[in-house]
């Protein structure tokens, strides 16, 4: 069982990047699937989720700029990053859990992150 992101980078400030969350060893068709992040010297917040169903949902600090959509035939949760800003930076993880939500408690599998770097 893994998941493993991809897409981070370097951007300037307004400027888009689009993670993938990849995963192998289970389907992700009947998980729901989280994307965090954690910036230097900061606890680790939930970002956006989406449930099995297509449910979605955003933290506040995100709402209007990230998408998170999935596409359960190339088994692959994206996140949609626009107008990035400087303190969007962070590494940014992906869970799947059987639950859905913003907590890290409700998630089960994570992947090892992909850093996102806005700058000014």
């Known amino acids: 069982v893994q998941l493993v992101e991809s897409g981070g980078g370097l951007v300037q400030a307004g400027g888009s990047l689009r993670l993938s969350c990849a995963a192998s060893?289970?389907?992700?068709?009947?998980?729901?699937i989280g994307w965090f992040r954690q910036a230097p010297g900061k606890e680790r917040e939930g970002v956006s989720c989406i449930s099995s169903d297509g449910y979605t949902y955003y933290a506040d600090s995100v709402k209007g700029r990230f998408t998170i959509s999935r596409d359960n035939a190339k088994n692959t949760v994206y996140l949609q990053m626009n107008s990035l800003k400087p303190e969007d930076t962070a590494v940014y993880y992906c869970a799947a859990g059987s639950r859905v939500g913003l907590r890290r408690s409700e998630y089960d599998y994570w992947g090892q992150g992909t850093q996102v770097t806005v700058s000014s």
């Open positions: 060893g289970f389907t992700l068709d009947y998980y729901g």
